[in-house]
């Protein structure tokens, strides 16, 4: 009788935890308490692996600034299939790339818009280990270039050396795909181009001594919006309201990061644990005053600018057409 009734006790205990868990279940609840079902799924895509570009993203999720605009935003990695090509095809909401591309994309019809500029100025440029002394677009002749066969990189090149009376048929340019920078000027090149605010960070963090050049010390035509929020023509169109409550959210992340450098830095750590923490930090403090930079306000684009770079492309045959800089971003939906 006595193991009768424990036996009774026992089912009734796992009966009721699965009642409590079907219930939880079905009324769901994010980490601001608010029910997951009153909200509007979205999807995010990156660019590419987790990094401080999408620190702003994870800000806005943990610190439920989605949840108060009544978003649930799922953020995923592209996969084979690149950012650009899974917004415009409505495989997913929304997406961060970069200007040029869009550019490029735009060109080929695919109805993508920049919605909000993540950082105000390219941060690129060509780095080289200080031992295969390049200081100048002239120090390029004889040296190799690791490029990923991207015409685009070839038109950038001619541009920068032409302005040093320098020949760019001296320079050996080698595809290296998308092989790591350390790698590649160790094994195969002389030279490559890097985004400052990671690579040479983690070169800092690593102890190696580089040479740095940015593209826009050399160029108005190169100074890329890169990277920008992005989203498609169908969605602006059919839900502008949940549009502007994305770029709303998005941009209370990025001014939150530009504002707490280091608790941002603590979110993307904790979100994405391999990344590598010191790397995360000393690239989240450079980046902070980089973000807004000289705007008026984080996120904002302006005509002039993607007009001059759409004529860039177009003069050096990157795109086949002239594209309406207009239509190629907006900032109607920022704050």
């Known amino acids: 009788m006595r193991?009768?009734?424990?036996?009774?006790?026992?089912i009734?205990?796992?009966f009721t935890t699965a009642c409590g868990q079907n219930d939880a279940s079905e009324n769901s609840e994010d980490a601001s308490g608010e029910s997951t079902d009153d909200l509007k799924k979205v999807t995010f895509v990156l660019d590419w692996t987790p990094n401080t570009n999408h620190t702003g993203i994870y800000v806005a999720q943990e610190q439920g600034f989605f949840e108060e605009h009544g978003l649930d935003v799922e953020i995923i990695l592209p996969g084979e299939v690149e950012s650009n090509q899974l917004v415009a095809t409505e495989k997913a909401d929304f997406g961060i790339n970069y200007q040029e591309r869009i550019t490029m994309a735009r060109a080929e019809d695919l109805p993508l818009v920049s919605i909000a500029a993540v950082i105000q100025h390219n941060t690129a440029g060509y780095a080289s280990p200080t031992d295969r002394?390049?200081?100048r677009p002239k120090d390029f002749e004889g040296k190799s270039f690791g490029g990923i066969g991207a015409p685009i990189q070839e038109a950038m090149m001619q541009?920068?050396?032409?302005?040093?009376?320098?020949?760019?048929?001296?320079?050996?340019?080698?595809?290296?795909?998308?092989?790591d920078w350390f790698t590649a000027v160790e094994r195969d090149v002389d030279f490559s181009t890097i985004y400052y605010g990671w690579t040479g960070i983690e070169a800092e963090v690593r102890g190696v001594d580089i040479d740095m050049m940015y593209y826009?010390?050399?160029a108005e035509e190169l100074d890329f919006y890169t990277p920008v929020l992005i989203t498609s023509e169908a969605m602006i169109d059919e839900d502008p309201e949940t549009v502007e409550a994305f770029v709303h959210a998005?941009?209370?992340?990025?001014?939150?990061?530009?504002?707490?450098?280091?608790e941002a830095a603590d979110i993307l750590i904790e979100r994405e644990p391999d990344l590598d923490p010191e790397l995360v930090k000393r690239s989240q403090e450079w980046l902070a005053d980089?973000?807004?930079?000289?705007?008026?306000q984080w996120g904002l684009q302006e005509l002039e600018r993607w007009e001059v770079v759409i004529d860039f492309l177009y003069e050096?045959?990157?795109?086949a057409k002239q594209i309406d800089a207009a239509d190629s971003f907006t900032t109607d939906f920022l704050p």
Do not use: H, R, W
């Not at 050096?316 to 795109?319: G, P, W």
């Open 12 to 14: 009734s205990l796992i």
């Open 250 to 262: 998005a941009t209370k992340g990025y001014e939150f990061t530009i504002d707490n450098p280091e």
């Open 159 to 179: 541009m920068i050396m032409e302005a040093d009376d320098a020949d760019m048929s001296e320079v050996d340019i080698v595809n290296i795909g998308q092989s």
């Open 316 to 319: 050096n045959d990157i795109i």
């Open 290 to 296: 980089k973000y807004q930079d000289d705007a008026d």
């Open 133 to 135: 002394n390049i200081s």
């Open 3 to 10: 193991k009768f009734v424990i036996s009774i006790i026992f």
């Open 216 to 218: 826009i010390d050399f």
